[in-house]
């Protein structure tokens, strides 16, 4: 790829289920640079959460190729590995461990990364007080609202600083304060590290808040 600025090339990409009974996805081709903030919209079923999880190697493509930073994810060896160096994700539910404190949650990435308990606790500690978070630290998940939740859910993507953070209706049980407030610490986000931010969502004051809009039906981009 010639242009260096193109964090993610989505090329031709299918996801067929069902011997192709299903086309979850079908010839969807977009590039997308670092320090975008794009909204991935269309009905329910068209293919957004496939798309998503294409792009987070958490699921390959049946036909066609995605590229992140120049690298063809078909080549990728070490999945996990590639993930936790380049992409961050939030889901619509939080999926924090249930028996870790909200700081040991959101520092759980860094252990991967080798990082030492002093500085693991210390970067957990200033991403939680980002998310105006620091009283809630020590607390259960099950034990703070739904919305520290969620939060502490983007504390935990962003940790790592990843160039592609993937959003999966991120606000999708949360209301519009708690709403507006996670899509901003993302943008924020994407500013701050020139990151690609994508954001699957149904909610259309988060598609109007990007920089783009991508909308899928029945698995294809519309124009
Ligand atoms: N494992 C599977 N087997 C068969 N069909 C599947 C499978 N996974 C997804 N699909 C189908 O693929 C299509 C796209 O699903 P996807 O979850 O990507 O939609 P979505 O846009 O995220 O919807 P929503 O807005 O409801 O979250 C749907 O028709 C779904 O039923
Ligand atoms: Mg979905």
Not at 129 to 145: E, H, I
Request: proline share 4%; glycine share 8%.
């Amino acid at each position: 790829m010639s242009d260096t600025t193109i964090l993610l090339a989505v090329t031709e990409v299918s996801r067929h289920h069902d011997g192709g009974a299903v086309k979850a996805l079908d010839g969807v081709t977009f590039e997308a640079r670092a320090g975008e903030v794009l909204a991935l919209t269309g009905p329910s079923g068209c293919g957004k959460s496939t798309l998503l999880s294409l792009i987070g190697l958490l699921d390959q493509p049946t036909f066609g190729s995605v590229c992140i930073a120049g690298e063809n994810l078909a080549t990728v060896r070490q999945p996990a590995n590639f993930r936790l160096q380049h992409i961050g994700f939030v889901f619509q539910f939080h999926h924090m461990v249930a028996t870790m404190t909200l700081l040991e949650n959101v520092a759980a990435p860094l252990v991967a990364l080798g990082l030492h308990r002093r500085e693991r606790r210390a970067r957990a500690s200033e991403m939680l007080a980002q998310m105006d978070l620091s009283a809630r630290a020590n607390f259960l998940p099950a034990k703070v609202s739904g919305g520290e939740r969620q939060r502490a859910a983007v504390a935990r993507a962003l940790i790592t600083r990843p160039p592609l953070l993937l959003a999966d209706e991120p606000t999708g049980n949360l209301d519009s304060h708690n709403n507006t407030l996670v899509v901003e610490l993302l943008m924020a986000h994407a500013r701050a590290h020139g990151a690609l931010v994508l954001i699957a969502t149904h909610n259309p004051e988060i598609a109007r808040l990007a920089d783009r809009r991508l909308e899928l039906c029945d698995g294809r981009l519309r124009a």
